[in-house]
């Protein structure tokens, strides 16, 4: 069965910094491109950064451009995201998702072109 299971979410204030992990299970993660995502109460969901298979190539979503950090470990089939410079406005619940190598982190990040299959997620609070 395949899976991708989100966490390292929780409570930070405002300029904290959290790592979320994502496991993938079911499936070798290194095959495809893969992504996090986000979406915040009455918005739509977002991609905030995606990585390439090929080369590790990397995505930034505008606002989250030198904050936020995307990497992959294949060995142990997880990628993260480490978030530093955490603002109010990053709250929202973060899942991670994958692509085909075919699909462009571009077209990932910013069309939501992923399998769409999307687990729990793990839920992000910056607040005083």
């Known amino acids: 069965q395949v899976q991708l299971v989100e966490s390292g979410g929780g409570l930070v204030q405002p300029g904290g910094s959290l790592r979320l992990s994502c496991a993938a299970s079911g499936f070798t993660l290194q095959y495809y491109n893969l992504g996090w995502f986000r979406q915040a109460p009455g918005k739509e969901r977002e991609g905030v950064s995606c990585i390439s298979d090929r080369d590790g190539s990397t995505y930034y979503a505008d606002s989250v451009q030198g904050r936020f950090s995307i990497s992959r470990d294949n060995a142990k089939n997880i990628v993260y995201l480490e978030m530093n410079n955490l603002k109010p406005e990053d709250t929202a619940t973060y899942y991670c998702?994958?692509?085909?190598?075919?699909?462009?982190?571009?077209?990932?990040?910013?069309?939501?072109?992923?399998?769409?299959?999307w687990g729990q997620g793990t839920q992000v609070t910056v607040s005083a």
């Open positions: 998702e994958r692509a085909p190598r075919s699909t462009t982190i571009q077209d990932m990040c910013v069309s939501g072109d992923t399998f769409g299959s």
